[in-house]
């Protein structure tokens, strides 16, 4: 996996709780991404980070929030996690090759269930 | 209408089959094109990565793109069960975010 990993790898939760999942990368990559996977909707980006302390939105934002404040490590809250957060969560991370997209490297995955 | 299109399947082929998998999309800015394999409960993992329109070949598994037709495919020869998995297609317009559009992924399934 790249040198990712995800805590927890299973989280169940309570409607209006908030959670924090954590993606740890152990060899410095600059970019880091929050995708979660539904049936019938692929992997979708929450957010993603291309620094310390360098955010931005992805196409599903509301109701998550990001933090980097090291390399190596890229929290995703749910501020007030609701039932239709209940998904996997992947992050991801990438680097730029000279004349060349970012192949994106996948961690193992959260599996986040809110009753 | 999704920017990216791919039939969910599922797919079931004989041991030793040439499977093809497909994407359409719609963004003609798209310029970079991926193949994720992801087995269940598994985060994906790239197989395949090809940039603007052509064929990338490696080992059993071949990647065309026309940019033309706006659409992508993966070919995987002498099909395995091991190759029994979720195929993702991901594509993206480059820079520096690098943000991908995936599919919604089609399930294959290589019977013994």
């Known amino acids: 996996d790249a040198g990712i990993t995800q805590s927890p790898r299973h989280k169940v939760t309570e409607t209006g709780t908030p959670v924090t999942l954590r993606c740890h990368q152990t060899?410095?990559?600059?970019?880091m991404y929050w995708y979660r996977q539904d049936p019938g909707h692929g992997l979708r980006l929450i957010h993603y980070?291309?620094?310390?302390?360098?955010?931005d939105k992805g196409e599903v934002s509301d109701g998550y929030s990001v933090s980097r404040s090291k390399t190596e490590d890229f929290l995703l809250t749910l501020e007030s996690a609701t039932s239709s957060q209940t998904s996997v969560y992947f992050c991801?991370?990438?680097?730029?090759?000279?004349?060349?997209?970012?192949?994106?490297?996948f961690g193992p995955g959260t599996r986040l269930t809110v009753t | 209408q999704k920017e990216v299109e791919q039939d969910p399947g599922p797919l079931s082929v004989p041991e030793g089959a040439i499977v093809s998998l497909n994407c359409t999309y719609s963004?003609?800015?798209?310029?970079?094109f991926m193949w994720y394999r992801q087995y269940s409960r598994k985060g994906p993992e790239l197989l395949m990565y090809?940039?603007?329109?052509g064929n990338k070949e490696d080992g059993r598994f071949t990647a065309q793109v026309d940019k033309s037709s706006k659409y992508i495919s993966l070919f995987i020869r002498d099909s395995q069960p091991s190759d029994s998995a979720t195929y993702l297609c991901?594509?993206?317009?480059?820079?520096?975010?690098?943000?991908?559009?995936f599919g919604t992924g089609t399930l294959l399934a290589v019977q013994p």
């Open positions: 090809t940039y603007s329109s």
């Open positions: 980070s291309y620094g310390v302390k360098d955010t």
């Open positions: 060899e410095n990559h600059r970019y």
């Open positions: 963004n003609s800015a798209f310029q970079y």
């Open positions: 991901a594509m993206s317009g480059g820079g520096a975010t690098n943000k991908l559009i």
């Open positions: 991801a991370i990438s680097e730029p090759h000279q004349g060349s997209a970012y192949e994106q490297y």
